[in-house]
């Protein structure tokens, strides 16, 4: 079978296109060049991705494979499809998720028309995920599981798309990039927001789209407790670098793009009974009767609940609260190990008051 093999120049990718190579498969490596961003304090550190040194390190691991390798250059449609909505979102006040469109639009869409094109039968991948009988599934190694960020995968999609890792443990992929002598064996791990290098969101924001962005930081009665510079420096939840003072520890609650305010209260406003999010993605509906959870973050812990199609979101009721749960970050369901679909979080309902139709 000819499987194109996705390398970002990490130790997973690379073990995912050996062990393809391995079984016995025609592999073609492809790195995705998707931005010019420097490492972190201007050198190879090994903490963000798809960067000059890691497609060399991914033609290295392509050499010792002996397999073809290929640049894809994706930087315009990865500029369009994630940088600027990632900084769009922040203006409307939401928190975006760029690893879900990046996956959504550029890996299991773009590159997989190349893979087509290039007369292949499936796409692989490094993540931490399963894909059994054209369904998604969680990675056997729960902290390393990727299952969040994929649910926009289209089901025909999955049907042609292959995660060697699955059913592995970190240190498992490791040892096998060890034995077969990969330069990524002992590769350091990617931040999560690859053209964001030094993790400074706000700084990258207000480069991209300046303008004034102070307001107020404000009580959820609209008690004036202080000023910010720029509202999307924060996000749901946050309690560190608010700047004010108060006799009880304070969090984001809400952010008001229009108003250009922050607001602000106690830990116990941020636990939310339901959420409506937009834009539902769905591999597989959930059967009348089957048990749902759903997870509001990455890693985050899997709640029971209730979900309803409204239009084209859905309305989930939380059978226990889930904490900050923020507008802009996607919401993915599950039962047991499947991953069913998933949305983006656009309103998040507190205790005592339910929602209005």
């Known amino acids: 079978m000819r499987i194109v093999t996705a390398m970002s120049g990490g130790v997973d990718s690379s073990v995912a296109a050996g062990l393809l190579v391995e079984a016995g498969h025609d592999v073609i490596g492809v790195h995705m060049k998707l931005h010019d961003a420097p490492p972190a304090g201007g050198g190879a550190?090994?903490?963000?991705?798809?960067?000059?040194?890691d497609a060399l390190d991914a033609r290295s691991v392509a050499a010792r494979l002996g397999i073809p390798f290929y640049v894809l250059n994706l930087e315009e449609a990865f500029k369009r499809a994630v940088m600027d909505d990632f900084v769009a979102s922040y203006?409307?006040?939401?928190?975006?998720?760029?690893?879900?469109?990046?996956?959504?639009?550029?890996?299991?869409?773009?590159?997989?028309?190349?893979?087509?094109?290039?007369?292949?039968?499936?796409?692989?991948?490094?993540?931490?995920?399963?894909?059994?009988?054209?369904?998604?599934?969680?990675?056997?190694?729960?902290?390393k599981d990727q299952s969040y960020f994929l649910y926009p995968i289209r089901p025909e999609a999955l049907e042609r798309t292959r995660f060697p890792l699955g059913g592995m443990t970190k240190p498992e992929v490791r040892a096998h990039a060890e034995r077969m002598g990969l330069r990524t064996a002992r590769k350091p791990e990617s931040m999560e927001v690859c053209f964001i290098p030094d993790d400074d969101h706000a700084r990258f924001v207000a480069e991209h789209s300046p303008g004034d962005d102070s307001g107020e930081i404000v009580t959820?009665?609209?008690?004036?407790?202080?000023?910010?510079?720029?509202?999307?420096?924060?996000?749901v939840?946050?309690?560190?670098?608010?700047?004010?003072?108060?006799a009880e520890p304070l969090y984001v609650l809400s952010i008001d793009a229009d108003l250009r305010r922050v607001v602000v209260g106690p830990a116990e406003r941020l636990e939310h009974v339901g959420l409506d999010a937009a834009g539902v993605h769905w591999i597989r509906r959930p059967e009348p009767g089957e048990s749902v959870e759903a997870r509001v973050r990455h890693r985050g812990a899997r709640i029971p609940c209730e979900v309803d199609e409204v239009?084209?979101?859905?309305?989930?009721?939380?059978?226990a609260p889930a904490r900050a749960?923020?507008?802009?970050?996607?919401?993915?369901?599950?039962?047991?190990?499947?991953v069913l679909g998933g949305a983006t979080i656009r309103r998040a309902w507190t205790l005592p008051a339910a929602p209005t139709e």
């Open 91 to 143: 203006r409307k006040g939401l928190t975006p998720n760029p690893c879900v469109r990046c996956n959504g639009i550029l890996k299991f869409d773009i590159l997989m028309a190349r893979a087509r094109a290039l007369g292949a039968d499936a796409l692989a991948t490094g993540h931490y995920a399963r894909v059994e009988g054209g369904r998604l599934y969680t990675a056997v190694d729960r902290d």
């Open 237 to 246: 939840g946050q309690r560190r670098g608010l700047g004010i003072a108060a």
């Open 325 to 338: 749960a923020a507008p802009g970050q996607a919401v993915v369901l599950y039962v047991g190990d499947e």
């Open 311 to 319: 239009g084209d979101g859905i309305r989930v009721r939380f059978v």
């Open 220 to 235: 959820e009665a609209g008690e004036v407790l202080g000023r910010h510079d720029a509202f999307h420096r924060f996000t």
């Open 45 to 53: 550190d090994g903490k963000h991705c798809c960067g000059l040194d």
